[in-house]
């Protein structure tokens, strides 16, 4: 599990990453609520079929800037931004802070 740091906002939250294709396919379907996000990387694209709850997503540039949100998407939506080089998606959580478009991340393990 890493931690990312996003700046200039510093919203601050527990990762875990989905590198190979089949991680990334599945991403959050199939478990349960927690408190922690995934990273999809590679990936500019997103879907939430057979999801039973809502996103919040963020899309991240190859400098690791945030180039758009999504919050509470619910199920099946498909998402994408052209640029992007991961995405970020955690169950939604909209009384808890999350990215802003320009945000910087610095994730560390």
């Given at each position: 599990m890493e931690d990312i740091l996003s700046k200039p906002h510093s919203f601050r939250c527990s990762l875990r990453l989905a590198g190979k294709a089949g991680h990334r396919l599945r991403g959050l379907l199939a478990t349960e609520p927690d408190d922690e996000a995934l990273l999809l990387m590679p990936c500019k694209d997103v879907h939430t079929f057979?999801?039973?709850?809502?996103?919040?997503?963020?899309?991240v540039s190859s400098e690791g800037m945030i180039l758009a949100i999504h919050r509470n998407v619910g199920p099946q939506r498909r998402l994408a931004h052209p640029w992007a080089e991961a995405v970020i998606e955690r169950f939604a959580s909209p009384e808890d802070p999350w990215f802003t478009v320009g945000d910087r991340l610095h994730i560390r393990s």
């Open positions: 057979g999801m039973r709850h809502d996103l919040d997503v963020a899309f």
